[in-house]
């Protein structure tokens, strides 16, 4: 038998098994109408909006966790570009 110089099968993207949970979940979610516009985050002054962050967390856990905290920072800072606030659904507070 002769092998034909390729894999055989199916990769990750094209068997649906494997479909992107995300996406998925995107779909399902509703969202406010504000978030549907872009966030310039080159505009957005993190050092006056972190105290603001701080508190809330702190307000929903119930106490102040410097891991949370930071990890919330972090995602703010890593995204200099423009940001869809649907897509860091997990930030969003719900008030």
């Given at each position: 038998?002769?092998?034909?110089?390729?894999?055989?099968?199916?990769?990750?993207?094209?068997?649906?098994?494997?479909?992107?949970?995300?996406?998925?979940?995107?779909?399902?979610m509703k969202?406010?109408?504000?978030?549907?516009?872009?966030?310039?985050?080159?505009?957005?002054?993190?050092?006056?909006?972190?105290?603001?962050?701080?508190?809330?967390i702190?307000?929903?856990?119930?106490?102040?966790?410097?891991?949370?905290?930071?990890?919330?920072f972090?995602?703010l800072?890593a995204?200099k570009?423009?940001?869809?606030?649907?897509?860091?659904w997990?930030?969003?507070?719900?008030?």
């Open positions: 038998m002769a092998d034909a110089g390729f894999f055989r099968g199916t990769s990750a993207e094209q068997d649906n098994r494997f479909s992107n949970k995300d996406k998925k979940l995107m779909k399902e969202f406010a109408e504000s978030l549907a516009k872009k966030v310039d985050m080159t505009k957005i002054r993190l050092e006056v909006v972190k105290p603001w962050v701080t508190e809330k702190t307000n929903i856990l119930g106490m102040e966790d410097d891991v949370v905290i930071e990890y919330v972090n995602q800072e995204e570009q423009v940001m869809m606030p649907k897509g860091c997990s930030l969003v507070v719900m008030e």
